[in-house]
């Protein structure tokens, strides 16, 4: 039988309504959540290991890094076969992505959470779990990046993004659907992504800010972040990559002190490109030298630049990390 390690790391499926306050908190050990996937061991050996039991906003990309090298340490092991990761689901694709563009092994890496505590009807944390071990188990799951699974939807950590605030099938992949499904406990897969991206590091640089754009903005966020000493800026420009004149003026500013600035869209679906002349119009920002992020969020083109400086600080090499992936 297959050995699968599983790395409890917080989030709602490791907690329950504290009665005094009426609001949920960490509260239940690895131990716990795991007695709860019952019949799992007709299925697969389970190793289990507590990292934290942090919610999702107190995760740091210096704790993703610590917790990228833990993984890697299961992974080097012969008798393991692949590695389930808990998280709080409101940055689980963050983190997910983390481990996606750090870990370099044919070995299935899937991460769960829940969006229901211990405490709810319908605590969807144990089906959530025994789905990811059995995803991880599997011989297709091999060679196709971190997974994230849960409500019995596998979805790549390059493409998933949290959808929505409550409902269980939050997780989603806006421009391709996701990879495969969990039936009758068996992973089946309907497609690749094709994103294989491994960035080979062990450091990051954290100072990376995001910016989100928004009608009549100007450039003082901007002008802040590069006062305050920001290495690296993420851009959630409007609609094809555009931004308001006088925020553009100020991205302009930061490029010519050395920092490489990403751009990405606000919209949930869809490529930025340099479709728009006038000034803050994509052409005119790629002129100056802004780096075109795809199809990413804000949240994930940033993991992607604090782990891209972490390589190094020249803006060409971190331009062809960025558009030379599936551009
Ligand atoms: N706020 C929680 C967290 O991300 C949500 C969850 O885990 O579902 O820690």
Same mark, same amino acid.
């Not at 690749?192 to 009608?215: G, M, P, R």
């Not at 690296?232 to 490029?255: T, W, Y």
């Given at each position: 039988m297959k050995k699968v390690v599983v790395i409890f790391n917080g989030g709602t499926i490791a907690m329950k309504v504290d009665e005094r306050i009426h609001a949920a908190v960490p509260? $239940?050990?690895g131990e716990e959540v795991m007695s709860m996937v019952t019949g799992i061991e007709s299925h697969a050996v389970v190793e289990s290991h507590n990292f934290s039991s942090l919610p999702s906003p107190h995760v740091t990309p210096e704790l993703m890094l610590e917790l990228s090298n833990y993984v890697?340490?299961? $992974?080097? *092991?012969?008798?393991v076969d692949g590695v389930v990761v808990t998280h709080g689901t409101d940055t689980l694709e963050e983190t997910a992505y983390f481990l996606h563009l750090t870990i370099n092994s044919d070995k299935p890496v899937v991460v769960t959470g829940s969006m229901r505590n211990g405490s709810e009807l319908g605590y969807d944390g144990p089906a959530n779990l025994s789905a990811a071990i059995c995803t991880a188990i599997s011989d297709e799951s091999r060679g196709r990046g971190v997974l994230?699974? $849960?409500?019995?939807?596998?979805n790549a950590a390059s493409e998933v993004t949290k959808s929505h605030s409550m409902k269980l099938n939050t997780f989603e992949s806006p421009e391709f659907g996701l990879v495969g499904i969990v039936d009758d406990n068996k992973?089946?897969? #309907?497609r690749e992504s094709l994103d294989h991206d491994y960035i080979d590091i062990d450091k990051i640089e954290t100072n990376v800010d995001l910016i989100k754009a928004c009608a009549g903005m100007d450039g003082k966020l901007v002008d802040f972040c590069v006062e305050n000493g920001?290495?690296? $800026?993420v851009i959630e420009a409007m609609g094809r990559g555009n931004i308001p004149p006088k925020m553009a003026a100020s991205?302009?500013?930061?490029?010519?002190? =050395?920092?490489?600035?990403?751009?990405?869209? *606000?919209? #949930? *679906? =869809? *490529?930025?490109l340099d479709s728009y002349g006038y000034e803050g119009g994509g052409k005119d920002l790629r002129t100056a030298g802004v780096i075109f992020g795809d199809d990413m969020p804000g949240q994930k083109a940033r993991i992607k630049l604090i782990i891209a400086l972490g390589k190094t600080n020249s803006i060409d090499e971190i331009r062809e990390i960025f558009e030379n992936g599936r551009y």
């Amino acid at each position: 039988m297959k050995k699968v390690v599983v790395i409890f790391n917080g989030g709602t499926i490791a907690m329950k309504v504290d009665e005094r306050i009426h609001a949920a908190v960490p509260s $239940l050990s690895g131990e716990e959540v795991m007695s709860m996937v019952t019949g799992i061991e007709s299925h697969a050996v389970v190793e289990s290991h507590n990292f934290s039991s942090l919610p999702s906003p107190h995760v740091t990309p210096e704790l993703m890094l610590e917790l990228s090298n833990y993984v890697k340490t299961f $992974l080097d *092991r012969d008798d393991v076969d692949g590695v389930v990761v808990t998280h709080g689901t409101d940055t689980l694709e963050e983190t997910a992505y983390f481990l996606h563009l750090t870990i370099n092994s044919d070995k299935p890496v899937v991460v769960t959470g829940s969006m229901r505590n211990g405490s709810e009807l319908g605590y969807d944390g144990p089906a959530n779990l025994s789905a990811a071990i059995c995803t991880a188990i599997s011989d297709e799951s091999r060679g196709r990046g971190v997974l994230v699974c $849960l409500n019995d939807e596998i979805n790549a950590a390059s493409e998933v993004t949290k959808s929505h605030s409550m409902k269980l099938n939050t997780f989603e992949s806006p421009e391709f659907g996701l990879v495969g499904i969990v039936d009758d406990n068996k992973a089946h897969f #309907y497609r690749e992504s094709l994103d294989h991206d491994y960035i080979d590091i062990d450091k990051i640089e954290t100072n990376v800010d995001l910016i989100k754009a928004c009608a009549g903005m100007d450039g003082k966020l901007v002008d802040f972040c590069v006062e305050n000493g920001a290495k690296g $800026l993420v851009i959630e420009a409007m609609g094809r990559g555009n931004i308001p004149p006088k925020m553009a003026a100020s991205v302009k500013n930061a490029i010519c002190k =050395g920092i490489p600035v990403v751009l990405v869209s *606000r919209c #949930y *679906r =869809g *490529r930025v490109l340099d479709s728009y002349g006038y000034e803050g119009g994509g052409k005119d920002l790629r002129t100056a030298g802004v780096i075109f992020g795809d199809d990413m969020p804000g949240q994930k083109a940033r993991i992607k630049l604090i782990i891209a400086l972490g390589k190094t600080n020249s803006i060409d090499e971190i331009r062809e990390i960025f558009e030379n992936g599936r551009y």
